[in-house]
C-alpha cells in the first residue's frame, strides 16, 4: 500500500541554522500539506499546496518557512533562521481531493526537528 | 480561535466498557468533522467521518449541531482500540483541518 514518507525522521539542529524536511506524497494524489506538532499540543495546520503553488497557509506560516515541490515528487518544507520554538513534529500528508470531499489525509510518520 | 475542543487529555476504560471521547467544535457553517487516530508507533490515519455515518472499528460518531458536538463512541472497548484520538474539522471552504489536542485512550486489561 502506498504511504507518504518523510525525511529525516529526527533533525537536531542550531539556533539560527536552515533546515529542510523533505517529504514524497502518495504519487497519484494533487494536495500536499505540512502540520506541525509541539510536544503535547495540538497538531497545527501550516500550509497546503496544490497545482505547484500554495494554496493556503496559516498564521504560523510566515516568511521564516517556505515549501517546494522541486520535481514532480518530493515536497520540501524549508524553516530558515530556525528558532528554539520551532521544535516539533512535523508532518507531511497528501490527498487525491481536497480536504472537505473527503476527509482523507494520508500523513507520513513525521520528522522531528530539535532546535538547540 | 479554538475551533475543536477535546476537553479529556487522558481516558482510562476497562477492557469491555463502554468508551465516549468527547469533541466539540465552534464553527456556524456547516462543518466536515472527522475522528483521526494514532496507534503507538504508527501514523496518524482516518478513522471515521461524519457524512458516511458509518461504523469503523465499532467505533461511531453523531453530528449534533444543537450541542455542536461530534463525540466518538463504542460500547465495548478492546485493548487493541488504545490510541491517540485526535478530532478534526474541515470548512466548507479552504483546504485546512483544524485538529483537537487529542485524547489518549488507554483501554485496561
Known amino acids: 500500500e502506498p504511504e507518504v514518507t518523510q525525511t529525516p525522521s529526527h533533525q537536531v539542529t542550531q539556533m539560527g541554522q536552515e533546515v529542510i524536511l523533505r517529504c514524497v506524497p502518495i504519487?497519484?494524489?494533487?494536495?500536499f500539506y505540512w502540520y506541525r506538532q509541539i510536544l503535547g499540543q495540538k497538531v497545527e495546520f501550516l500550509v497546503s499546496f496544490y497545482n505547484n503553488e500554495i494554496s493556503e497557509k496559516s498564521e504560523i506560516f510566515d516568511d521564516q518557512f517556505s515549501v517546494e515541490r522541486p520535481d514532480g515528487s518530493n515536497f520540501t518544507l524549508k524553516i530558515r533562521s530556525t528558532k528554539l520554538e520551532d521544535s516539533a513534529m512535523y508532518f507531511c500528508a497528501s490527498s487525491k481531493n481536497p480536504p472537505q470531499t473527503t476527509g482523507e489525509l494520508f500523513f507520513g510518520e513525521g520528522s522531528r526537528l530539535t532546535v538547540l | 480561535a479554538q475551533r475543536v475542543t477535546q476537553p479529556e487529555k487522558l481516558l482510562s476504560v476497562f477492557k469491555g466498557a463502554p468508551v465516549e471521547l468527547k469533541c466539540n467544535y465552534s464553527y456556524s457553517g456547516s462543518p466536515e468533522l472527522f475522528w483521526y487516530v494514532q496507534y503507538s508507533r504508527q501514523r496518524l490515519q482516518l478513522l471515521l467521518r461524519?457524512?458516511s455515518r458509518e461504523s469503523i472499528k465499532g467505533f461511531t460518531a453523531d453530528l449534533n449541531k444543537g450541542e455542536t458536538s461530534f463525540h466518538l463512541k463504542k460500547p465495548f472497548a478492546q485493548e487493541e482500540d488504545s490510541a491517540m484520538y485526535y478530532c478534526?474539522?474541515?470548512?466548507?471552504?479552504?483546504?485546512?483541518?483544524?485538529f483537537g489536542t487529542g485524547t489518549s485512550l488507554t483501554v485496561i486489561p
Open positions: 461524519h457524512i
Open positions: 504519487s497519484n494524489h494533487l494536495y
Open positions: 478534526a474539522l474541515s470548512l466548507n471552504t479552504g483546504n485546512q483541518f483544524y
